[in-house]
């Protein structure tokens, strides 16, 4: 037990560290490009709140703070002046102007061309976009290192067991009526068979039997069968079935928007495989990147409909979906469950930890990238919307309109900031009340 408890706190540690370093990654494009744009940065800090350790080095200072929520990086000039005539009336008269002048706090002489809004558009959406790239080149690293170094488990081309008939296109030791011999048994395939070549190509891997049989469907194979040392050559004519279909990427099956498995028509020989870990060629790899992109994508497209299930089974009970939105406690959580697990491998468990923190990144990547304040994205809009209206006076031959007043959006920034901490803590108290179960 206290092994086991221990290897629980470790897999959690090892889940805060990468979360750690995945903000540390961001906020790191941010402040890089900012520098060399010459952008006063005054602050480089990893999470919010109390301040629990901070060295200064040159004009910057890097800290550490109590909640592991985010990071940020203060620099002088965020929000532009108020127009010349122009003054911040309203409720949020006083809240715009805070904003405003919270950025140039720490403006000193010398410092007056140094700002961030006085910089060309394009720099500033390097300077923003920076953050979300760096999280996604960190993800398909870690999703690289998992699929293409450590590998995944793959069927290989040894037969454990062959299935006498199918049911209802299920494999079955025993035959009756409605049933069907299985392509396997009719060819005289037996278990400890080595698969070696399928219509005279050699293979390597059973993924490479796939395609062929995905080319041939129902018509008759030839088979080169390894058995007690020699190679003997056998006949066999797939049968379609509705089967899982698997993620080529990660040997996982696939699942739709509910969690259920994905069934197609697949060419079967009713073969039971061995498994090995085998890497992943780098194209399937950087194919499967893509399609965690996507999934990821999807996700935050549907996430306040998400939100909205989550609130629903947490309070009123119900289980909780494995392909919906979790917070870092819930991370955390499942990688304790994974690594004090004795029935997985450590590979198993080294995999598991960064595509979790792999997928965090892509999360990290794609949210950032929605066009609201504060988010990244909401800076990017509105470097685009200034450059845009400028464009359009330059043509209309009027004068320059200058910056974008994005400190006017401090009400919608807030309302945005609020729905996001509301979105957190549900999320952090349905991991204590109802959590993701695996095991």
Known sequence: MVSEFLSYLLGILFIAVGIGASI????????FPAKKFGVKVTKYMIGFGPTLFSRKRGETEYGLKAIPLGGYIAMIGMYPPAKAGRKDT?????????????H???LQPGDENRMFYQLAVFKRIIIMLGGPVMNLVFGTVLMLVVLVGIGVVQPNTQIDSVATCFVNDQPSETCGTGSVTSPATAAGLRAKDQIVSVNGQKIASWREAQVILQANPTQKLQLGVKRDGRVISLSVVPLITQRNVIDPATGNYKVDANGKPILAPTPTLGVVLGSSRQPVALGTALSGVGQALGQVGQMIVNLPQQLTKVAE???AGGSRSTSGPISIVGVGSIAGQIASNNQVQWQDKLSSG????SSLNFALFVFNLIPLLPLDGGHVAGGIYEAIKRGLFKLARRLD???ADTAR???????VWVLLMASSLLLIVADLVNPIKFF
């Open 104 to 106: 140039l706090e720490n």
């Open 313 to 315: 089974v947490t309070f």
């Open 24 to 31: 540390a990654i961001h906020e790191f494009g941010h402040l």
């Open 409 to 415: 959006l401090m009400p919608l920034t807030y309302v």
């Open 354 to 357: 960064l595509l979790m923190l």
């Open 401 to 403: 309109p200058g910056p």
């Open 90 to 102: 309203g409720r949020w008269a006083s809240t715009i102007s805070a904003a405003r002048t919270a």
